[in-house]
Structures are given as structure tokens and as C-alpha cells.
């Protein structure tokens, strides 16, 4: 990874759909190499994929809570069952492990507080769970899928990329 993958990267994660050449013009190579490099990180798992992100409140999907699990138990066993019976529930974006008090948080994203209880009804029959506790989002205050990458490529940082 050198200055232009960052910089590639840095532009790629504000904006996807960029053209390719505009993209190469403005990390400063031509197409070819650019296109070369950004095959190189998608093989390299770098790139993980490219999507179109989507407004949830645009589409009917007003309501985001974050839900804390607590685990019955800490096994294999558990574990495997729980992670695969929330990977059955798609209103569940995402899912941590966690150090601390809790072991799990996930990000449900539903229409409404009726939609939560339908996900938290499944959610509770998934795994034997010692508590499930949810804070629900009332404003996005920040957000973003951009890594900072200025933290590990210091150019980026000062604009020098």
C-alpha cells in the first residue's frame, strides 16, 4: 500500500461511482494502473465491496435501535446457535461481540416500534439470553462508512496525498 491505494481508497469510500478516469486524474495516474491497483485491493480483500448506501427513513424504515444481549451461557454450542439464528433475522444490520458488561450489541433497523417487537419476539426465541436490553436512536447525529485512513497514511491528513 502506497500513497496512491490510500488516496484511491480515501476517494472511493466518499464516493463509489466515481468514473474511473476522473478517478485516476485525480490521484494523479492513468486509468490503467489506477484500474490495476483497485483490482489488486479488491483481491487483496482490501475492497470488500461497493455499494449504494440507502436512506432508512426514506424508505419506511424510521426506526434504529441498538440492542445489548447478555448470553446464558459462553460456549461453542451457544454461540453457534445465537449467531446463527440472528443471521435469520435481516432487520438485524449488524452484530459485535463485546468486552464488558454485555457480550453482544446489534443494530436493528425496522419501521416502527410494532417492527421492533416483531424482531425482539424472534430475537428472544433464537437463544436461552440472560438479558436483552434496547436504546432507540432519536436523532443521527454523525454518520459515516469512511474509514479514517488518515490515521495510518500520515499525507492524507495533511492533504499531500
Known amino acids: 500500500m502506497d500513497k496512491f491505494d490510500y488516496r484511491i481508497l480515501d476517494i472511493l469510500q466518499k464516493d463509489a461511482s466515481i468514473a474511473l478516469i476522473e478517478l485516476a486524474g485525480r490521484v494523479g495516474l492513468s486509468t490503467t494502473p489506477c484500474w490495476r491497483r483497485i483490482q489488486r485491493m479488491k483481491e487483496d480483500g482490501v475492497i470488500q465491496a461497493q455499494v449504494t448506501l440507502c436512506n432508512p427513513a426514506t424508505l419506511g424504515l424510521g426506526l434504529t435501535a441498538f440492542v445489548t444481549v447478555k448470553a446464558a451461557r459462553h460456549d461453542d454450542g451457544w454461540t453457534t446457535h445465537f449467531l446463527d439464528g440472528v443471521a435469520g ?55 459515516t462508512t469512511a474509514l479514517p485512513l488518515e490515521q495510518i497514511y500520515e499525507p492524507l491528513k495533511a492533504g499531500k496525498a
Do not use: C, N
Open 89 to 143: 433475522i435481516p432487520e438485524v444490520l449488524e452484530v459485535y461481540r463485546m468486552a464488558g458488561e454485555v457480550d453482544y450489541l446489534l443494530k436493528v433497523v425496522v419501521t416502527d416500534i410494532a417492527g421492533y417487537d416483531r424482531v425482539y419476539k424472534r430475537l428472544i426465541q433464537v437463544a436461552e439470553l440472560v438479558d436483552v436490553s434496547s436504546g432507540f436512536v432519536m436523532e443521527v447525529v454523525r454518520y
